[in-house]
């Protein structure tokens, strides 16, 4: 947001001096998990929407939740031990965005070709090219709503 509010391509190059204008907006996520849609809205208005795999059987829990953690390139955590980010058996992609339900959150994957159905343990799942890119405009904080 603040990239696109100051006409800036990449967040690391700053001209010296310049003035950044700062938004305040409330940036939250909505995702429907009967129709694999997260939409991402800033001050309620909706600003991209993305297609994810949500939870089989329903797994996804609905209700309001916040964003409480944010990690670059995940490590698993499975009931067998710690997947490392660099595993091929790290199913969980570049990003990850924990969310206040215990075990839940947002995150990439390694099987883009599972976007769009109901094949998650109960997570969100999004292409890593579009986790990246919500990881970057999404605060911890932020309010998260799943709806059937």
Known sequence: MILK?????DSKIVPLGRKLKIHN???N???DR???????????KIVKTYRVSTGINNSTPVGTFKVINKVINPPWYTAGGVIPPDSPKNILGSRWLGLSAKGYGIHGT????????????GCVRMKNSD?????KIVPEGA??????
């Not at 509010?5 to 391509?9: C, P, V």
């Open 5 to 9: 509010a100051n006409y800036l391509k």
């Open 29 to 31: 996520i909505i995702v």
């Open 131 to 135: 986790v990246e890119e919500l990881y």
């Open 34 to 44: 009967s129709q694999n849609i997260l939409t991402l809205k800033s001050d309620d």
């Open 25 to 27: 907006e409330k940036v």
């Open 143 to 148: 309010e998260v709503v799943i709806v059937d």
């Open 110 to 121: 390694t099987e883009p070709q599972s976007i769009g159905r109901q094949v998650t343990s």
